[in-house]
């Protein structure tokens, strides 16, 4: 049991419903506001969502030699990933068993042996202690002997294509359970190198002042990006004319928000939350992966496959990692550190072996759109901290709208486009221009699950209490 989370009486546990209205029936479905700023459940959140099943931890390019580390966070746990001198991938609360001391205080690094810097305890890279400082001398009692010293490994630690996903407890799903079919999408990214994928140097980093699901929402919200993102739209129309004029080309080709005004897009809800975006891009010749279309086809890739390589698609994976490729690839990392205040952690995917051309063109692209000092991402940005500052703000208010558009299209089960690619999900959504926002439920719905589950009731019969 955690113990940071004692009061078995909050509205959440004994009755996480009343935060949701949920009746498909009526196409009716609402959220209450304090879902984004009530301090003692975002404390169960932490325990029930994020610390109780699989999150993502890291990509197996940011551990290629044996002892190399990487660190980061299950909820507000500390964790280590480890590639031992046998090559194999292990996962360890990242604290010294000694006194609690944080082990591995660097992002990545690369330790045979780590010293905890505290008392000099020192442990191997398969997390076992190996030297207790002045330990003959120390009057240890017997039993001593008889503990165990090493790292606490995680519940559970599996790869997927190569992303590393862990949770604290051990009674979890086998992973390629718990990303069902929504795994084709995560095969579109990784597949498109026989090398597979890396994640390229560097990493960007930011906190806002904004809940976290707020991030989460807007990941799967294709209604904002006229809005918000006008400001590039126009820059990169003005660049597009001006290099012209000047008998030169655009060599970045960012992706063209407006191009994909009028194409068809849709969305998918699968279970444990899961959801993806995807749309047409009538451009796709300037992506840069282009130049290795015929590699693709050549090495026998599934040519339906391929072609989805060349859609916008947009992965949110439940709690917290998501994928972004609308001209090229990018990998969101969500950390929530309170009610009001979300880390987030970017990264640019990138197929190995892709020749400099492209590499260099999927460089210019990222820089343009994301990112803090990206064109585009500051503006989302502002959008999450003004709702903050706005109906967040109104403690007289308690729902949100904002989950109707797409209300009377969605369908139980697969659409025509998920049967040619052999996925069932939950629900679908597809058409021109109908910028979905009922995908925003699959990811409240298992949010619920997780909350009944934790008060005591069958996530199933949660799931089906909330829609009657």
């Known amino acids: 049991m955690d113990m940071r989370v004692t009061d078995g009486r909050h509205p959440a546990l004994t009755d996480p419903g009343r935060y949701f209205v949920d009746q498909p029936a009526q196409s009716q479905f609402n959220v209450h506001r304090d879902l984004f700023r009530d301090a003692e459940l975002f404390e169960l959140e932490m325990a029930h969502v994020f610390e109780a099943s699989w999150v993502y931890l890291c990509h197996e390019s940011q551990l290629r030699s044996a002892n190399d ?42 330790a045979q042996v780590q010293m905890c ?24 009692a017997p039993s001593f002997g008889r503990q165990s010293h090493d790292l606490k490994p995680l ?7 190569g992303f590393v996903f862990g949770a604290l407890p051990a009674d979890v799903p086998a992973l390629a359970d718990y990303l069902g079919d929504a795994r084709f999408f995560i095969d579109t990214f990784a597949q498109q190198s026989a090398q597979g994928m890396e994640i390229l140097p560097g990493e ?18 294709i209604y904002h990006l006229t809005t918000v993102h006008s400001t590039f739209a126009k820059i990169v129309q003005q ?19 407006g191009a994909l005004a009028g194409q068809e897009q849709g969305t998918y809800t699968f279970p444990h939350g899961h959801t993806v975006f995807w749309g ?26 391929v072609e989805w390589m060349f859609r916008p698609r947009v992965l949110n994976f439940f709690p917290n990692i998501q994928f972004v490729d609308s001209a090229c690839m990018q990998l969101r990392v969500i950390r929530p550190l309170a009610p009001d205040r979300t880390e987030m952690t970017m990264f640019c995917l990138a197929p190995r072996g892709e020749p400099a051309a492209g590499r260099r063109r999927r460089l210019r692209q990222y820089e343009d759109f994301f990112n803090a000092s990206g064109i585009a991402t500051p503006d989302d940005v502002a959008c999450y901290e003004d709702i903050h500052a706005g109906g967040l703000g109104d403690a007289h208010s308690e729902w949100i709208q904002g989950f109707a558009r797409g209300m009377d299209k969605v369908i139980a089960g697969p659409d025509s486009h998920a049967r040619d690619i052999g996925i069932r999900p939950l629900e679908s959504c597809s058409g021109v221009e109908i910028q979905d926002e009922t995908v925003f439920r699959g990811f409240y719905r298992e949010w619920l699950a997780r909350m009944h589950k934790a008060g005591g009731a069958q996530p199933a019969q949660a799931a089906a209490g909330a829609r009657a």
């Not at 507000?76 to 609360?93: C, E, I, N």
């Not at 930011?206 to 919200?221: I, P, S």
């Not at 840069?288 to 693709?296: G, T």
Request: hydrophobic residues 35%; contains cysteine; glycine residues 8%.
């Open 117 to 140: 810097p505290y008392h000099a305890w020192c442990f191997d890279s398969a997390g076992q202690c190996v030297k207790i400082k002045d330990q003959p001398q120390a009057g240890y």
């Open 69 to 110: 580390y990487y660190t980061t966070h299950i909820g507000r746990t500390p964790v280590v990933v480890l590639r031992g001198q046998d090559g194999a991938l292990r996962g360890f609360v990242n604290a010294c068993p000694h006194r609690g001391t944080r082990l591995y205080t660097a992002r990545q690094g690369n």
């Open 155 to 161: 519940g559970r630690l599996a790869s997927y294509q």
């Open 204 to 221: 960007v980093s930011y906190v806002f002042r904004a809940n976290w699901k707020l991030q989460v929402e807007n990941t799967m919200d």
């Open 239 to 257: 660049r597009g004319a001006r290099e012209a004029a000047a008998a030169g080309a655009d060599k970045v080709k960012a992706v063209n928000l």
């Open 280 to 305: 047409t891009d009538p451009l796709r010749e300037n992506r840069a992966l282009w130049a290795m279309r015929p590699d693709l086809l050549d090495r026998g890739v599934d040519p339906q496959q």
